[in-house]
């Protein structure tokens, strides 16, 4: 039902000419000092057109001229910022609660929400933050909206009945004026911001004749006449999303339903977009154009729903021409000069805000303001594969993408028999989550499930495959992805670094109060750098009894091992087993005393060809010496074998790194005292050629670490760790002339400080 009223009286030049009630100033705030603009911001604000930067996944809240709002969470946060479209300069707003006026004002207040703040704040962003100060409690009256930079409506209670006021400060003077026209009865009132002197505001009201029941019901109030110009009425128990123009009205309801009134004729429209109970279409209006998308985030709501998102789309009231602006939105606002700011984003510009306004044509046009750098199209980043792939073990083939709401058309063949398996993994990361998404927008699937569905899984073929894949977005924002490439598989592999069993290799760091801790890491192919997967897990407290504690690799194939020498020179062994997602350690067996005549000690290169990882040792007298790895966890090292008569004394660090030099067999580094490194590569026979230097400073670190393959390219890699909890990854490059590319800081390993880490 829609409804015309006339005006009582008529308009009145200015809301803040008309006195009604004036309070004492004790009861009022004095304004702050307005701090002046720069001068790039005062001279024509907000027409520059470059992109600024915008702030990561912080929610949008509302826009003006100058600048934009932003906040950490939507609720309760102390964490506003307002960044100025001239230059990206930012001003924060220390605040519990804050709300969008349509303009630079910015509205802030301290209770839970705006409508429980009994004294607001009205910023005005473009004036330095000058801020007026309206106390609403002498008033008995709640807030509802600010529609000026002095000026706010307000529900205010007298006796049983709620009215709208209209309440200004002037100075020190505060006036209210009633709103003429709102229903008595009216409650949970609600108001968009002013555009062209026009407010749409909301409220529930009881009906008649069923009391137990309620209608909604809109009312267009002219703010100089403080009059209700025209109400419409919805029989919707939820809405949103209201919006208004010179010529028409529009808001949502739930379950996608939009409504939209001619504001001449009163004719109502009803576009039913089919959404589930309790959502509502994101909507807006400029001119005789409607807007209208899906509201949603761009990576979904974790569920996997399949659902496409309708993209935030103009709609002509006149023509019924429509017009595509955004790929997907998250929130829209109005703006000034009769404009909209939606937080989104396109796949040619990728995700931020854009503003959207009439183009000399007459149609609604999106331009970016402010960007995120997070691209809107799914992109792949990368395989996480290990080179070569354990097909016995529990690690899985990886892959990841830009974000995890896709299903993903898997195909992996062997080339050799040409047998291949298939598969749709669809992706989610709610509750458990889905069964090949492991996060981070990491997605795969392991060789037994494979097995499980395939006969090629279950021959389980060594050699060469090919793997390629589709990925379509699962809200229909962007295009498909598609993705090839290959690895070798083998068997029952020795692992150098990684304990958990998951194929991303794991450091272990012990602190000064002798608990030692796995650290897990993963590998970030956008950012080329070693990370932390997770806070490192406590392995136990008392590992101070050790004076030296290393990885060793796989000593019977699988999980990597290590080894711990006690103050008394007794080495003693750690078999570890790992499924995949954790390690878990048996109870140590010694592997013998006397160990206390070594200096060094370092494993998990094979050194003699056999595939599996063997441990080095120098001596005090200087010698090196070998002990190959039997395969056999009971007896792991066959009597010792020296490899180097003396000199390896002038090192106080060696490591042992795998093959990173491109020869027959796995190599060492040794660090002199001056700092230098040496590259000494293994023939395969337990030997070495002539070392070779790598470079100096080596001494700003108090371990390195043969981490072995943590960016999945089939070479090992170093991991220097050093004072000051820093950690640098070195990407090993193959080439013995060069073994290693340029450090790149990871730090790896938070908690510490760390007196020893392998």
Request: hydrophobic share 35%; net charge negative; glycine share 14%.
């Amino acid at each position: 039902m829609i409804s015309a009223r006339t005006p009582r009286r008529g308009v009145s030049a200015a809301i803040t000419t008309v006195l009604a009630v004036t309070l004492g100033a004790g009861a009022l705030s004095v304004p702050a000092t307005a701090a002046p603009l720069p001068a790039a911001v005062t001279a024509e604000a907000g027409t520059e057109t470059a992109p600024v930067p915008y702030p990561g996944n912080a929610y949008f809240g509302a826009a003006g001229k100058t600048g934009f709002l932003t906040s950490e969470r939507p609720y309760s946060s102390r964490s506003h910022t307002w960044t100025r479209f001239a230059d990206g300069s930012t001003v924060p707003l220390d605040a519990a609660v804050v709300d969008s006026t349509g303009s630079d004002v910015v509205v802030t207040g301290e209770g839970r929400s705006l409508g429980r703040s009994l004294v607001v704040k009205l910023h005005d962003m473009a004036d330095g933050g000058r801020t007026v100060t309206i106390d609403l409690r002498p008033l008995n009256g709640t807030y509802v909206q600010a529609v000026s930079k002095d000026t706010v409506l307000a529900q205010v209670t007298k006796d049983d009945s709620a009215e709208l006021h209209l309440v200004t400060r002037t100075g020190d003077t505060v006036t209210q004026r009633k709103v003429e026209g709102v229903p008595s009865g009216a409650l949970n009132i609600t108001s968009t911001p002013a555009r062209d002197g026009s407010v749409l505001v909301g409220y529930g009201l009881k009906n008649a004749t069923s009391p137990e029941t309620w209608r909604h019901e809109f009312a267009v109030v002219d703010l100089a006449a403080a009059e209700v110009a025209s109400t419409h009425e919805t029989e919707a128990y939820y809405t949103s999303g209201g919006s208004l123009s010179a010529t028409h009205l529009v808001w949502a309801e739930e379950e996608g339903k939009v409504y939209t009134v001619d504001r001449a004729t009163g004719a109502e429209t009803v576009t039913d977009f089919g959404l589930w109970e309790g959502e509502a279409m994101a909507v807006g209006l400029l001119g005789s154009w409607q807007m209208y998308g899906t509201p949603g985030l761009l990576e979904g709501d974790g569920t996997g729903d399949s659902r496409p998102l309708v993209p935030f789309t103009a709609k002509s009231l006149t023509s019924g021409e429509t017009v595509k602006l955004v790929d997907y939105v998250t929130k829209v606002e109005p703006g000034p000069d009769n404009t909209l700011f939606v937080r989104g984003g396109t796949v040619e510009h990728g995700d931020g805000l854009y503003r959207i306004s009439l183009g000399a044509d007459g149609k609604p046009t999106a331009e970016p303001v402010a960007l995120s750098g997070k691209p809107v199209q799914l992109v792949y980043l990368g395989a996480q594969i290990p080179h070569p792939f354990d097909m016995a073990g529990h690690a899985p083939l990886r892959w990841k993408l830009s974000r995890a709401n896709a299903d993903v058309d898997l195909k992996i063949t062997h080339r050799g028999t040409g047998k291949s398996f298939s598969k749709t993994l669809h992706l989610y990361n709610e509750s458990a989550g889905s069964p090949y998404y492991y996060g981070a927008g990491v997605f795969g699937i392991r060789w037994r499930d494979i097995a499980a569905e395939s006969q090629m899984g279950k021959d389980a073929e060594v050699g060469m495959y090919d793997w390629s894949f589709t990925a379509r977005p699962q809200n229909g924002v962007g295009p498909a992805v598609e993705a090839s490439g290959s690895f070798t598989a083998a068997k029952n592999l020795p692992s150098p670094h990684d304990l958990d069993g998951d194929g991303s290799p794991d450091l272990l760091a012990r602190d000064a109060q002798g608990v030692l801790s796995l650290a897990r890491t993963t590998y970030d192919a956008t950012k080329k750098i070693l990370a932390a997967k997770y806070v490192p897990d406590e392995i136990g407290r008392g590992w101070s009894i050790y004076d030296r504690i290393e990885t060793v690799g796989g000593i019977g194939g699988g999980s990597a091992d290590f080894v711990a020498r006690d103050k008394s020179g007794v080495l003693w062994l750690y078999d570890v087993t790992g499924n995949g997602y954790r390690a878990s350690f048996a109870a140590r067996k010694s592997i013998g005393g006397g160990w206390n005549t070594y200096t060094q000690i370092t494993g998990g290169s094979d050194l003699n060809g056999d595939g599996r990882p063997d441990l080095v040792a120098t001596d005090k007298a200087g010698a090196l010496w070998l002990y190959r790895n039997t395969g056999d966890i009971s007896v792991p090292f066959a009597k010792r074998q020296k490899i180097g008569n003396s000199g390896w004394g002038t090192y106080n660090q060696i490591t042992a790194t795998g093959n990173i030099g491109g020869a027959a067999a796995g190599d060492l580094v040794a660090r002199d005292r001056n700092g230098v490194l040496w590259l000494y590569l293994g023939k395969g026979d337990g030997t070495f050629a002539a070392r070779k230097q790598i470079g100096g400073g080596w001494n700003a670190y108090t371990d390195t670490i043969g981490i072995g393959d943590a960016n999945y390219d089939g070479r090992p890699d170093l991991y220097a760790y050093g004072p000051g909890n820093t950690g640098y990854f070195y990407a090993g490059t193959g080439d013995y002339r060069k073994p290693f590319a340029g450090r790149i800081s990871s730090p790896v390993l938070t908690g510490g400080p760390y007196n020893h880490v392998s």
